[in-house]
């Protein structure tokens, strides 16, 4: 593996699967949950890694070859009770070099320095209330392509989900302003539109792209708390897309 690999893992199975949805914002106090030094070992030259982890310590110096591995969680249900899923992104602390982009420099440290300030470790270590976005990974595959992951569904199939980082786009002063900023983001517009006639094809397409890849009950979770049509009524864009009333 390359010194500048990096092994985004994504634990929240609800990712927003398909272009056209932007990054998908989450609210709530984020906080460093975990910080892990990592390493790779093989015995021979080929051989696929294996993974060796052991908890960081203050002060700690690393050795060649390993790095840190940050996760971070923002507290989700804090905000939102009815949520039955977790938000946790675990990232690999690698800098851009020569040959590769990593995430680490690209995305996630400037936003934390840019958003949260110098000291973000130091004020994470108490929790801060923050809008994160998932944005699409800067790493690539050996076909030179984002990185990327597979999982089964229920039925038997299989989708392909962009890796993704977290990047910190907004930090609040209070548990109460970041409630009202998620709100106002995720209420209905008052401009709603009445029926489905007047959800555009490219929208619906994009919805029955997210039904492809997730249950309903997954897709509600995801219209409701990302809120990308937040313009449209729900029911009536969920049964577009279904095909009850699709115009095409």
Do not use: H
């Amino acid at each position: 593996m390359s010194n500048f690999d990096f092994d985004l893992l994504n634990e929240a199975i609800e990712e927003a699967p398909t272009a056209g949805f932007g990054p998908r914002s989450t609210f709530g106090k984020m906080t460093i949950a975990d910080i892990q030094i990592t390493s790779w070992e093989r015995q021979t030259k080929g051989e696929k890694g294996t993974i060796k982890q052991r908890p960081f310590a203050k002060g700690e110096q690393l050795k060649d070859g390993e790095y840190l591995q940050i996760t971070f969680a923002v507290d989700i249900k804090e905000l939102n009770p009815t949520l039955d899923f977790e938000y946790k992104r675990r990232v690999d602390v690698k800098k851009t070099g020569a040959k590769a982009k990593t995430d680490w420099t690209e995305t996630v440290e400037p936003a934390l320095i840019s958003v949260i300030g110098k000291d973000w470790a130091k004020k994470l270590g108490k929790g801060v209330y923050v809008e994160v976005q998932d944005v699409d990974t800067v790493v690539l595959d050996k076909n030179g392509n984002p990185r990327s992951w597979t999982k089964t569904k229920d039925d038997g199939t299989e989708a392909t989900y962009t890796n993704t980082a977290p990047k910190v786009v907004a930090m609040f002063k209070s548990k109460a302003e970041c409630d009202a900023t998620r709100q106002a983001r995720f209420a209905k517009s008052e401009t709603a539109a009445e029926n489905d006639s007047d959800i555009p094809a490219k929208v619906i397409a994009d919805v029955r792209g997210l039904l492809k890849a997730v249950d309903e009950e997954q897709a509600r979770t995801i219209l409701t708390e990302n809120a990308p049509y937040n313009q449209y009524d729900l029911e009536a864009l969920l049964a577009a897309a279904n095909g009850d009333k699709a115009p095409f």
